[in-house]
């Protein structure tokens, strides 16, 4: 083959070459989408207040996860109003830095326009530990208990409780009025303490879940129904306690002369089933930082499928496993 013509071949070949580059149909190779870590996540956490030992253990949930995992984390406390929850919301929307907004809410409604705000501003929002009314379409999920059927099992324990008196009379100390977590767990009370022929004889709210309203609930309670109360049905443990303190500064037994029933079973909680005054704890889970961290992070690398609510694992304790028993399952728990 002469030089000449291998040359031809070579400079053929180089040109069709060029030409197959530019003509190519094949589109660009699209850059590696992100996967989003830990690092990469900027948390808004808008949190109620810090209205109880329960709230206390749900804040440090999430800044110990946060510090473990990395996470920068932005904390609201809402002082328990709405209000400051939807300028928290407005506040995290408007920050470039915040990619995910976590909300612990104090209502059931009036999220709706701050949920698609967020949802416009392309901000991950999970609903942690209250269940609200908007749409669920409006956050990625929501983890949190079921109140309805804490209710359920806070009055079957007050029938174990009141076993032998059909017909009881129980006061209810709700808490906030607006809050899932109370109209929940009125709700899942209502719908078992026919059980045992419970009487609710009087039912009120203590708002923001204040004790020292819960007390005065109780204390008029006993001024009004003298002699006729058998059980109070708390809906945290600080409200249960303030009724015990009530029913102790009325010259009567805590525990003995009427039953109380409480919920969240915190350390509190325990120190009063210790001693029978308290004589059920329902538990409510305040540790529910690192799966909402983790559901965070898989919305931010487009994970699909996941479901509306994750329901939170938890049980319940009674004074009657003993105060041994309960002192040693105290000394394992966290709050
Ligand atoms: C329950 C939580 C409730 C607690 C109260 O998940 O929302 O709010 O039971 C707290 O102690 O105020």
Redesign the pocket.
């Known amino acids: 083959m002469t030089k000449s013509r291998s040359l031809r071949i070579v400079m053929a070949v180089a040109v069709s070459a060029a030409l197959a580059a530019c003509s190519s149909s094949a589109t660009p190779v699209p850059a590696t989408a992100k996967v989003y870590t830990y690092k990469d996540m900027v948390v808004g956490f808008i949190q ?1 207040g810090s ?5 206390a253990a ?1 804040t440090s949930s999430f800044n110990e996860e946060a510090k473990t995992d990395g996470i920068t984390l932005k904390f609201t406390d809402s002082q328990n109003k709405i209000e400051n929850q939807i300028t928290a919301f407005n506040t995290y929307i408007a920050d470039p830095a915040v990619n995910v907004i976590v909300l ?1 809410a104090v209502d059931v409604t009036g999220y709706d326009n701050v949920l698609k705000a967020a949802k416009a501003a392309g901000k991950v929002v999970v609903i942690e ?2 269940r609200i009314d908007s749409p669920s379409t409006l956050y990625y999920t929501y983890i ?2 079921d ?1 309805d059927l804490e209710g359920n099992k806070g009055a079957a324990a007050m029938c174990t409780l009141l076993t032998g008196m059909s017909g009881a009379n129980v006061v209810e100390i709700g ?2 009025q607006g ?1 899932s ?1 109370a109209i929940d767990r009125a709700k899942g009370f209502r719908e078992k303490d026919s059980a045992c022929g419970i009487n609710i004889l009087d039912s009120q709210y203590a708002a923001a ?1 204040d004790p020292t309203v819960g007390k005065s609930i109780m204390d008029a309670d006993l001024k009004k129904y003298a002699g006729k109360i058998q059980g109070v049905y708390a ?4 409200l249960a306690i303030a009724a015990i303190q009530s029913i102790d500064a009325a010259g009567l037994k805590a525990g003995t002369d009427i039953k109380v029933v409480g ?2 079973a915190t350390a509190d909680g325990f120190k009063y089933m210790i001693t029978g005054e308290l004589g059920a704890d329902i538990e ?1 889970n ?1 540790l529910l930082a690192p799966q909402v961290y983790k559901a965070a992070l898989d919305a931010l690398n487009g994970v699909t499928g996941q479901p509306a609510w994750v329901p939170s694992q938890e049980g319940q304790f009674a004074a009657s496993q003993g105060a041994q028993a309960l002192q040693d399952i105290l000394k394992t728990r966290k709050y």
């Open positions: 109620t209205e109880s030992g329960w709230r749900n612990a530990d209250r949190g208990s109140f808490g906030d809050a977590a879940w809906h945290n443990d600080e919920f969240d409510c305040p």
